[in-house]
């Protein structure tokens, strides 16, 4: 089964507006990392967050980690239409060989 | 820089025949490579990683196979397709598993 579930599954909000999706997990990780995917091409990376880190930006993105509650959020302010796009979580585990693993995913639709 | 190299984009195979789809990367020493499957509207399969030459690690027992013939060069391949094999296959790299995943285009195999 996925480790990353990702929350809500689907998203659809104003050109504007700010989206908001969480992502749970339930094993030790080393890191989680956010991506993108426009729809039928590869994966983009966005933001990497170490488990010992608890907030991470860049540009209109902002993750934040709490490990205590295996669970992680990505906050994309003033959204654009060209944000539209699923957004997938994946965790890398701790200890050994360092799995990672992708949650779900959100789809998220910004309408112009 | 470093690129990542997949075809072909779309592939239509009959029940049966065989599968190679190859995966390269150029700009980087010794990558850490995977295959993943992506169901559609899903989140991705780890299906192989290998981290050297020679060396593959399967996540899930398949009809599907991979080799590293050389260092920068991932191959999947099955000897037999199954309709069940259809799907959004991925390949990415990274230099460590702290590190981002960099991914393909990725190819759309579609079995009749």
């Known amino acids: 089964s996925q480790q990353g579930e990702e929350d809500p599954q689907a998203l659809s909000i104003q050109e504007g507006e700010n989206a908001t999706m969480n992502c749970s997990y339930k094993?030790?990780?080393?890191?989680l990392q956010w991506y993108r995917q426009n729809s039928g091409r590869g994966l983009v990376h966005l933001i990497l967050?170490?488990?010992?880190?608890r907030e991470k930006h860049s540009g209109r993105l902002r993750v934040t980690l709490d490990t205590s509650k295996k669970s992680s959020s990505l906050l994309i302010t003033a959204s654009r239409a060209a944000d539209t796009a699923s957004y997938f979580c994946?965790?890398?585990?701790?200890?050994?060989?360092?799995?990672?693993?992708f949650g779900t995913g959100t789809k998220l639709q910004v309408i112009p | 820089s470093q690129t990542i190299h997949q075809w072909p984009a779309t592939l239509v195979q009959p029940v049966g025949s065989p599968l190679s789809l190859e995966c390269t990367v150029e700009?980087?020493?010794?990558?850490?490579l995977y295959w993943y499957r992506q169901a559609a509207g899903r989140g991705l399969q780890l299906l192989f990683y290998?981290?050297?030459?020679?060396?593959i690690s399967s996540e899930v027992p398949q009809n599907l196979s991979a080799s590293r013939p050389q260092d920068r060069q991932f191959i999947l391949s099955s000897k037999k397709l199954l309709l069940s094999d259809s799907g959004f296959y991925l390949c990415?790299?990274?230099?460590?598993?702290?590190?981002?995943?960099?991914f393909g285009d990725g190819t759309r195999l579609s079995i009749l």
């Open positions: 700009g980087t020493s010794n990558p850490n």
């Open positions: 094993t030790s990780i080393n890191n």
């Open positions: 967050i170490r488990s010992n880190e």
């Open positions: 290998s981290v050297g030459i020679g060396q």
């Open positions: 990415a790299w990274t230099q460590g598993e702290d590190r981002p995943q960099h």
């Open positions: 994946a965790t890398v585990s701790s200890g050994g060989y360092q799995k990672v693993t």
